[in-house]
Nanobody, 121 residues
Framework: QVQLVESGGGLVQAGGSLRLSCAAS????????MAWYRRAPGKQRDLVAT???????NYADSVKGRFTISRDNAENTMYLQMNNLKPEDTAVYYC???????????????WGQGTQVTVST
């Protein structure tokens, strides 16, 4: 059984910062791409940032220059440092991991349960 658990969400004023974490646990052989998504109230879930196992990153235009994605492969953990937060960043943030549970098996993707980020004016 694999679990992805997010933490670090909360309420912050505009211009402030938060750091989200996503910890993967369970039967894991390797984690390939990891990603952060978010769903704002009344909207669809959108991709925020991705990071490969080798550390190559990609960001949505709306967060470039403000958010930084990183990961610790040894700890199976991913992070999202969010700076200069804006009210429009308010959303539930989800992590997603593409991982292999056993050597030689195919890759599957897993989602966390989400963590709420609220940015006040």
């Amino acid at each position: 059984q694999v679990q992805l658990v997010e933490s670090g969400g909360g309420l912050v004023q505009a211009g402030g910062s938060l750091r989200l974490s996503c910890a993967a646990s369970g039967s894991i052989y390797s984690i390939n791409v990891m990603a952060w998504y978010r769903r704002a109230p009344g909207k669809q879930r959108d991709l925020v940032a991705t990071i490969t196992r080798g550390g190559i990153t990609n960001y949505a235009d709306s967060v470039k220059g403000r958010f930084t994605i990183s990961r610790d492969n040894a700890e199976n953990t991913m992070y999202l440092q969010m700076n200069n937060l804006k009210p429009e960043d308010t959303a539930v943030y989800y992590c997603r991991g593409y991982l292999i549970q056993l050597a030689g098996h195919s890759e599957s993707d897993y989602w966390g349960q989400g963590t709420q980020v609220t940015v006040s004016t």
